[in-house]
């Protein structure tokens, strides 16, 4: 990949030694993602000196390239061309051919000055625990009205995640999958590593910017500002029997480029799905979004209630309850025409609903 070549092309210059003390003269930046579209992880640290810029990779190499002045300025890095743009939360970099088409761009965020961890404190503190906080939607599905707790439980060397999707206090449905993950150290500053990836550099940093015995806070980054993610103690509780996990850590494609659609179609599926369906009042649409593995399994779910004006809506929990857990047995899917960059597809099914009852389903 063209993003790997260009790492390739930075480690081939000049290796440095490992950068072990902080650096009045410089700023330091995790990676967040790269192509900005598919919020891609990457793992590698960028040092900004008034000079140059510093790639540093988990293996603690580091390689060093000019610096370019501004927005309009590039740097030559063989056949491509190497432009920055300083974001107000984030520092955009963008490969361009020669022609100055567009390559792939990284995206970088500031590191937050926090107090020295003890990372062996820190494992120790969390070790064994459960976590949880609150959500307004995964990075797979858009979603307006489901309540979403997420619980972390960690292990030695892997997490737990639980997903926990409400409605007006009520369990519509839950999921979890297992990921590995790694405390990462530098320039005594402490973050996650996660790998949830089918590809070995697809490794998600996520900054510890806040700790104590009852909680942590780590920086997400998304949608082009970093986003503190605070996370409460809690009881360990049962796990989801359901699992689900994405077959890549990034946003997934969308469904107009499968033109997904259920192969027995529509007339099976309200066949399907309109049995023993609950019975709601009111006229207009409830729409389910939901995400689409490269296996073909499905969960990341969010909703959306409208009322025949398309403003928002409130309509039976139960019936809420029942769409999203005969959703998740679909099985009858086309074969998914997955993307260089993504390997998951976000779907969605919107019932219309007429004087409470399940009259019509697209797409």
């Not at 990341?300 to 004006?309: D, P, S």
């Not at 398309?310 to 309850?321: F, W």
Request: hydrophobic share 35%; net charge positive.
């Amino acid at each position: 990949m063209k993003y790997h070549r260009f790492l390739l092309l930075l480690a081939s210059f000049t290796l440095l030694s490992c950068i072990t003390q902080k650096n009045k003269d410089s700023e330091l930046y995790v990676s967040g993602y790269y192509i900005e579209n598919y919020n891609i992880p990457a793992n590698l640290f960028l040092e900004v000196k008034s000079d140059s810029l510093r790639f540093i990779y988990p293996n603690n190499e580091i390689s060093s390239r000019k610096k370019p002045i501004n927005s309009k300025d590039t740097v030559s890095i063989e056949n491509s061309l190497l432009v920055m743009q300083k974001r107000p939360q984030s520092l955009f970099l963008q490969s361009l051919k020669k022609d100055k088409t567009k390559e792939f761009d990284l995206t970088f965020f500031p590191v937050i000055e926090t107090k020295k961890w003890d990372k062996g404190k820190v494992f120790n503190q969390l070790l064994n625990q459960t976590f949880e906080t609150q959500i307004d939607r995964t990075l797979s599905s858009p979603n307006s009205d489901l309540d979403i707790k997420k619980t972390l439980t960690f292990s030695k060397d892997s997490i737990l995640i639980a997903y926990y999707y409400f409605l007006d206090n009520q369990l519509m449905y839950a999921e979890n999958e297992k990921i590995a993950y790694k405390l990462i150290e530098k320039n005594d500053y402490l973050f996650f590593e996660f790998d949830s990836s089918d590809f070995p550099d697809y490794k998600r940093m996520n900054q510890i910017v806040a700790l104590n015995k009852h909680s942590f806070t780590f920086n997400i980054y998304k949608d082009r500002e970093a986003t503190p993610e605070i996370y409460i103690k809690t009881e360990s509780k049962q796990l989801p029997k359901k699992s689900f996990k994405p077959c890549r850590d990034s946003r997934p494609g969308e469904y107009y480029h499968n033109h997904i659609k259920y192969t027995k179609g529509n007339n099976n599926l309200m066949n399907k799905i309109r049995k023993n369906a609950p019975l709601t009042t009111g006229s207009g649409y409830i729409t389910i979004h939901f995400t689409i593995n490269c296996n073909k399994e499905i969960g990341r779910f969010g909703v959306e209630q409208m009322n025949t004006l398309y403003e928002p809506a409130i309509y039976n929990p139960e019936l809420i309850k029942h769409l999203i857990n005969e959703i998740a047995l679909l099985k009858d899917w086309p074969d998914l025409k997955l993307g260089k960059y993504y390997q998951d597809i976000h779907a969605f099914l919107m019932f219309k609903i007429k004087d409470g009852k399940i009259i019509d389903v697209c797409p």
